[in-house]
């Protein structure tokens, strides 16, 4: 399950699209208008989740007692599945789940955010915040008390600063919670999706 402060999830998705999606074939007898409502690993999958189990070692016990709805499996996968699990065999789990997170998160891993003004109105500042010139500040970040923020910095969709804090020019921070006096320097990126 991605974290709501930095994704927006795009399901559910029906199966019959999450398996043209990915290219997959509808499970035999499974109900293709069945909805899916999000991604999530194997251990914290509950029954409205897709999840994935590539058939190695490591993974089996949890794929044994998962509690997902829907499982991406290798088509030539011989570890028996719980008899609630719908499971969809694909040449490739992780090219299949790849597509599958576009299906429900499209571009987010890039940070894409319109807005007209530098600093989003969801943004929260806290007190003595400063902002250098061409600084943007995106949807949802939180900026602790007396943070300073250099020029041309971006601070990307969700993000979390403590306080006294100092973010040089040109430093982009995305998918990322920073604590109390940090120093990020000069054009640095930090975080990934």
Not at 69 to 82: D, S
Request: proline letters at 7%.
């Amino acid at each position: 399950m991605a974290d709501p402060r930095f994704f927006n999830n795009r399901g559910p998705v029906s199966l019959k699209d999450l398996c043209a999606g990915i290219g997959a074939q509808i499970p035999s007898g499974a109900d293709e208008t069945a909805q899916i409502f999000d991604l999530a690993g194997l251990a914290q999958a509950g029954a409205q989740h897709l999840s994935l189990f590539d058939g190695g070692f490591r993974a089996k016990p949890d794929f044994a007692k998962t509690q997902a709805g829907w499982c991406l499996t290798p088509e030539k996968n011989a570890a028996p599945a719980p008899q609630s699990l719908v499971t969809i065999a694909v040449p490739s789990v992780p090219h299949a789940f790849a597509a599958a997170a576009r299906l429900f998160y499209g571009d987010d891993e890039y940070g894409f955010t319109t807005q007209d003004t530098d600093v989003h109105p969801s943004a929260q500042l806290g007190e003595g915040v400063e902002l250098g010139r061409g600084a943007v500040i995106g949807p949802g970040v939180e900026i602790g008390p007396r943070t300073r923020i250099g020029a041309g910095a971006v601070i990307g969709r969700g993000v979390a600063i403590g306080r006294d804090t100092q973010i040089a020019p040109g430093a982009t921070i995305a998918f990322s919670f920073l604590g109390d006096d940090v120093v990020i320097g000069s054009g640095a990126r930090v975080g990934g999706p």
